[in-house]
């Protein structure tokens, strides 16, 4: 009996493991029909709270044992290729209705949310502060089929295809950019039209926002018709209902399904098409194939610190000043408001936490609220007390911008990675085109930062004038391009002047064609300019204890001949330099070439880091510039940041983001010398990092002026503001602002 009951035991218990299992199990026809969807607040299409249609009704589900298992198969489920994340606590908003789901246990292998183990539906303990959220991945599975299981809810699901394109009919196709043609949706891998019978010009608005374009116009049917009774037409199953705020088209709900009379589909309709009105930048120009970088005279709303086009801090201007906006309630649809405005299409990524940089100035605008249809960020509601809120709160966007094709005119070759290389240029000749190389004579880094942006790079981090340890193609050593000269704000190479056909590069291509390196962040330094102006003073001090001044070039030319118990005035100041960027500010050369100055005992690692000059109302020099050559480090931080660089032994310098650099009014060299300046009114100017030997996110904001009386006595500074901070009007108060290197170099 021992012996049969130690046989049967094991059987036994394999035989109700075997039961168990099938208890638990459910079959394909027991899975309740559901359908999943993704709400609520501040997001995007690939992500929000998870809502599920059960019973008629929709609800939620309850983040209690939910895990990225779960989230993946809610993705998957919606035509996502996997889950990123999840999110518990109703970060996208509490829902509303059941609670359906609690206590769900997915494997990750499951079809549907409906057959994962739960405590059942409708059974939960939880609340809506519970609400559980997920973000997909933004690829959707290839030949998705979306597959309705919920019969007359279709137009509370969101679109789900692979893929939309505006297909250009031939006449259009060599145009860029397109602007115009059928709208088609990539579903089971094959393109289908739309039927226009349910078309909406919200619809039209939704796809030329997420194509690039801040808006739609009517077009000439009569060509799309007859394309339409000549081709063979295979329709997408349903309508498209969107509101018009949309980030793209699968963000809409579907309508009802497309009508059939007898084999013809759509049969009081056509294929929808669209017509986009392009932002000034991007449209066709019949002299040059683009318009330039296009620059509005005087805008309530512009974009700073972005890598690339269309993206940005966003800033506004209120009573003559600009100033930042707080992300409190920051979402796609203020976002899309603020790249419509200025000629882009809808928002893809609406920026919070000053991801984009820290601005300067007052914030603005608070708790913004926008309907998305109104013709600028000024027009939308806010909260005109934007009490709380610091510049670590400012908003930024991320815009959708037409595509151009200019990726296509430009490579990086050679390089360790995709960021670096020499630059070739896509070009004509002899009847075909060839890739070339750039001259390199006068390239430097706003050059650079034009390829990079032209790429999608970034910003430049560096620009190359020798790129022998980069062996690009042989075949495309030639130059094809010289005489480079960039503003900084040209969205391509060629937008730059150059000088065309007539091809001048003593130096010659190869080893000596021009090369960059990228970078996704770069530093931002600000001067503090009520710094400036309060620490203002004149010291009349006596040579002999200026000698170490004196060799390091700190004083007026007129010093040379002056006796040494004579004295020399010097308007001296403080200057507390900020990185408000998203990389710490690094000095070009390494210590092998840093430069010791005996008489001051330290190392200079930039020989020309900032000049202060003093001008007349006209902006003619009258006080020879100060070419200050300082060690760089962090002289204070913000609170939670720590300080990395020190000048003391031979230590790394720089300033780290979040950092300042403060140099005090009596310290060598922190002067300017006006020993042989005559009474009378002047402007105070300092700019940073002139010759732009280091890569910023922004220049404009290196340079600050001031307004200044002097009675050969005492002298007052007053209204002093960073470059790029009031009005173009204000700005006009000061002459000399538009003439200095920072403008035109």
């Known amino acids: ?82 889950a990123v994340s999840w ?41 809506h502060t519970e609400d559980v959220g997920v973000v997909c991945s933004s690829k959707r599975i290839p030949g998705f089929k979306f597959i ?47 039927c226009d019978e349910e078309w909406t010009g919200m619809n039209t608005r939704v796809v030329c926002g997420m194509y690039g374009f801040p808006g739609e116009k009517g077009y000439n049917t009569k060509p799309y018709k007859l394309l339409a009774q000549r081709r063979k037409i295979s329709y997408f199953g349903y309508s498209v209902n969107c509101t018009g705020n949309e980030d793209h088209l699968t963000g809409c709900k579907m309508g009802r399904p497309v009508p059939r009379k007898g084999n013809v589909t759509c049969p009081s309709g056509m294929p929808a098409v669209v017509s986009c009105v392009p932002g000034r930048a991007f449209a066709p120009s019949h002299a040059s194939g683009y318009s330039k970088a296009y620059r509005a005279e005087q805008p309530l709303v512009r974009l700073r610190g972005g890598a690339n086009i269309g993206e940005g801090r966003v800033e506004v201007l209120k009573n003559g000043q600009w100033g930042t906006v707080c992300d409190d309630n920051w979402n796609l649809v203020a976002a899309s408001v603020v790249c419509r405005e200025l000629g882009y299409g809808s ?51 991320k815009c959708n911008v037409p595509a151009m094709g200019f990726q296509n005119q430009l490579r990086l070759a050679g390089g360790r990675n995709p960021f670096e290389g020499r630059v070739e240029v896509l070009t004509h000749k002899n009847g075909s085109m060839v890739w070339g190389t750039v001259c390199s004579e006068n390239w430097g880094i706003m050059e650079a930062m034009v390829v990079c942006r032209q790429l999608g790079l970034g910003f430049a981090s560096n620009a190359f004038q020798e790129t022998w340890y980069w062996a690009g193609d042989a075949s495309a050593d030639a130059v094809v391009m010289s005489g ?36 996704e962040t770069a530093p931002d330094l600000v001067l503090n300019a009520a710094v400036v102006e309060q620490t203002t003073y004149l010291e009349d001090r006596p040579m002999y204890a200026l000698q170490c001044a004196h060799e390091e070039s700190c004083l007026s030319s007129t010093a040379n001949a002056a006796d040494h118990g004579s004295y020399r005035r010097l308007l001296r100041f403080s200057s507390q330099i ?14 092998h070439a840093w430069i010791w100055h005996e008489c001051h005992r330290h190392y200079h690692s930039m020989e020309v880091f900032t000049h202060y000059d003093l001008m007349s109302l006209n902006g003619t020099k009258v006080a020879e510039g100060h070419k200050a050559s300082f060690c760089l480090e962090d002289t204070a931080c913000d609170e939670g ?11 790394e310098q720089g300033i780290t983001v979040g950092c300042w650099d403060t140099y005090r009014h009596d310290i060598d060299c922190q002067w300017i010398d006006i020993t042989d300046v005559k009474p009378g009114d002047y402007i105070f100017q300092v700019v940073i990092n002139p010759n732009y030997e280091v890569a910023e996110s922004d220049y404009t904001n290196n340079i600050m002026k001031c307004q200044c009386r002097y009675d050969g006595h005492r002298i007052w500074t007053y209204n002093c503001h960073i470059g790029g901070s009031l009005s173009t009007d204000m700005d006009d108060s000061f002459p000399g602002l538009m003439n200095n290197q920072l403008s035109h170099r």
């Open 641 to 651: 940041i720590e300080k990395r660089y020190v000048c003391a032994n031979f230590g």
């Open 87 to 127: 999110a518990p606590s109703a970060k996208y908003g509490r829902g509303e209705g059941h609670i359906w789901l609690d206590n769900v246990h997915c494997t990750g292998r499951e079809r549907s949310l409906a057959e994962c183990p739960s405590n059942g539906f409708g059974v939960s303990d939880c609340r």
């Open 148 to 194: 309705s299981t919920v019969s007359n809810h279709v137009e509370s699901l969101n679109v789900q295809v692979e893929d939309v394109r505006v297909r250009a009919i031939f006449s259009q196709r060599k145009r860029v950019p397109i602007t115009e043609g059928f709208v088609e949706v990539k579903e089971g891998g094959k393109w289908r039209q739309i």
């Open 347 to 397: 928002a893809k990524d609406a920026i919070t936490g000053g991801r984009l940089g820290q601005g300067m100035g007052q914030v603005h605008m608070n708790e913004v609220q926008c309907s998305g249809f109104e013709k600028s960020l000024t027009d939308c509601r806010f909260n005109q007390e934007s009490v709380g809120c610091s510049h670590e709160e400012d908003a930024g966007v």
């Open 578 to 591: 900020h990185n408000n960027g998203q990389a710490d500010f690094r000095p070009k050369n390494g210590h």
């Open 484 to 519: 480079v000269r960039c503003s900084g704000t040209e969205m391509s190479l060629a937008q730059c002047l150059h000088h065309g056909k007539r091809l001048r590069c003593a130096k010659g291509g190869g080893r000596f064609a021009a090369g960059v390196s990228c970078s």
């Open 1 to 82: 009996m021992a012996v049969l009951h130690t046989l049967l035991y094991p059987l036994l218990s394999l035989l109700a493991l075997v039961l168990v299992c099938q208890v638990s199990q459910v079959t394909p026809a027991e899975v309740p029909k559901i359908q999943l969807r993704l709400a609520g607040e501040k997001r995007k299409h690939y992500e929000g709270r998870v809502e599920v249609f059960y019973n008629g009704e929709w609800g939620t589900v309850c983040d209690d044992d939910f895990s990225i298992y779960a989230a993946h198969v809610v993705c998957r489920e919606l035509g996502f290729l996997e």
